[in-house]
């Protein structure tokens, strides 16, 4: 079993910053892809960032390339996501995800672990 719990969002304008973090516990390895997810209302879950936990290969989905980075703290066992030049259209449900390697790792439904996700809601 993996527990993943997400924290850092809130409210916040636009071209400001949030960062993210998600606290991974119980069953882990070095090999497993993390991921970011987001979810506006009425709309599907779509991928937003994912790496390998250790590892240096990330992979964006273009409309955040370039404002959001993906990381992880091995030591404190978190995995972040660095938002800058925060938008309108990023307002939405932010979820965490945990699988086994998985290439490409875009595709929620391969996702097996998942937090209970954190509001970002910017304001233009």
């Known amino acids: 079993q993996v527990q993943l719990v997400e924290s850092g969002g809130g409210l916040v304008q636009t071209g400001e910053s949030l960062r993210l973090s998600c606290v991974v516990s119980?069953?882990?390895?070095?090999?497993?892809?993390m991921g970011w997810f987001r979810q506006a209302p009425g709309k599907e879950r779509d991928f937003v960032a994912a790496?390998?936990?250790?590892?240096?290969?990330?992979y964006y989905a273009d409309s955040v390339k370039g404002r959001f980075t993906i990381s992880t703290d091995n030591a404190k066992n978190t995995l972040y996501l660095q938002m800058n030049s925060l938008k309108p259209e990023d307002t939405a449900v932010y979820y965490c995800?945990?699988?086994?390697?998985?290439?490409?790792?875009?595709?929620?439904?391969?996702?097996?672990?998942w937090g209970q996700g954190t509001q970002v809601t910017v304001s233009s």
């Open positions: 119980g069953r882990t390895f070095s090999s497993m892809t």
């Open positions: 995800a945990q699988s086994t390697p998985l290439y490409p790792p875009v595709r929620a439904d391969l996702y097996k672990y």
């Open positions: 790496r390998k936990w250790i590892g240096e290969r990330t």
